[in-house]
């Protein structure tokens, strides 16, 4: 089955960690995405990268990294930077063409303790 | 500074009613998508929308696009307590970054 993968389902963190949230798809899609949804709220891009060893910043970057080696992988690092990490995150990719819709993974929940 | 605003942002029915939930969007996008989230889930894709005047329906759901107004509508026709979700629009001003609504949450009441 072809699908986007994303580990582990709940993450819980000390403060002054980093961690890094997993997110691979099997689609041979070409654009990934990371979002970040507060309770209540709409998503807020945190990085995209649009081909193999590219990535740019969204609007909420900072206390973030990302890395993009491999078409289906784009790892998430959440940084000891970003003072208030907890959150769901969602990862994306997109189809080339076409419709260019997104679809999206299963997110990860993650809690600092 | 590019919005995505949905109207209404909560939404109780009664089961069989019709309601229409508005997404306006304050950039040029020739696309919008329409979401789905359960709570506590991801987003599934519902309609996609790629120029102006389109309609997509998909059983008791209907999006409507009007690219010069900057409007879309989801109708519910007869809603069914299934329905009961967070509703996201999302538009696309340049090529890859996708600016989401800020939701509406749809509780069918029996």
């Known amino acids: 089955d072809g699908g986007i993968t994303q580990s582990p389902k709940y993450l819980f963190r000390k403060e002054g960690q980093n961690v890094t949230l997993s997110c691979e798809q099997n689609l041979n899609h070409d654009a990934m995405y990371w979002y970040r949804q507060d309770p209540g709220q709409g998503l807020r891009l945190i990085y995209y990268?649009?081909?193999?060893?590219?990535?740019q910043k969204g609007d909420i970057a900072e206390g973030y990294s990302v890395s993009r080696e491999k078409k289906e992988s784009f790892p998430l690092t959440v940084t000891s930077a970003q003072k208030n990490p907890t959150a769901f995150y969602l990862c994306?990719?997109?189809?080339?063409?076409?419709?260019?819709?997104?679809?999206f993974g299963p997110g990860t929940r993650l809690t600092v303790l | 500074e590019l919005k995505v605003e949905q109207n209404p942002l909560f939404l109780s029915m009664q089961e069989g009613k019709n309601y229409t939930i508005y997404c306006n969007y304050s950039?040029?996008?020739?696309?919008l998508y329409w979401y789905r989230q359960d709570p506590g889930k991801s987003l599934e894709s519902l309609f996609v929308?790629?120029?102006?005047?389109a309609v997509k329906q998909e059983g008791r759901l209907m999006a409507s696009l009007d690219t010069k107004a900057r409007l879309s509508t989801l109708h519910i026709t007869a809603a069914v307590h299934d329905l009961s979700a967070t509703y996201f629009c999302a538009v696309v001003p340049g090529t890859y970054k996708y600016i989401f609504g800020t939701g509406t949450r749809l509780k069918v009441l029996a």
């Open positions: 990268s649009q081909i193999v060893n590219d990535f």
């Open positions: 994306a990719s997109r189809t080339s063409g076409g419709t260019d819709t997104q679809y």
């Open positions: 950039t040029t996008s020739d696309r």
């Open positions: 929308l790629l120029s102006n005047g």
